[in-house]
């Protein structure tokens, strides 16, 4: 698998799915 | 009046260390490929790239240092999830690990690349892949890093 780092959009792309998975897990934290 | 202060040079200082950051990422990295395909990588490589490196480290640590100084008393409960700064401190730990990739890792293998620091041609190359991945991380982190630092105020979660 290619690592979606060498591409600039995978870059890109990874951070807005990073965002989702942590917005889900302080939701969580804050008992939401 | 402080706290102000502090958020005013937070800003200035995060946006030339984001800024030279996207600037590496979004621009560097592919002028850098043209520029080795004609000769002229060395007017980035000399001229260029240390001085953007230069502004880039120091403008993390500044931005930390004021980050920190907002923080001020609430520093522990952003850093341990306290209830009410769950979302400042998920934005404050991934700044920091963003620093520490700056100046543990990113800057130097820079010092390799650039030859500030003496380097074989294959501890170079290795030196070019961790710097070049290093920033490729904190260019994704920078993502949800300014989400939630923008939540703390601006955003219900």
Redesign the interface.
Known sequence: MK?P??S?WG??I???V??VI??Y???A??G? | MLPGIYRWIHILAGIMWIGLLYYF??VQ??ALKAAQADSTAAGITKHVAPRALFYFRWAALVTWIAGAALLGANFGAAFT?Q?GY??IG?GAWLGTIMLLNVWGIIWPNQKKILGIKPATDEEKNKARRVAF?AS??N??????ML??MV?QTHIA?
């Open positions: 690592n780092l060498d600039l870059t890109v990874s951070g807005f990073l965002t942590l917005y897990v302080v939701k934290l804050a939401g | 990422n979004f990295v592919a999830f209830a769950e979302k998920l991945l490729r991380t260019t994704m982190l920078s993502i949800p989400f939630f939540a979660i």
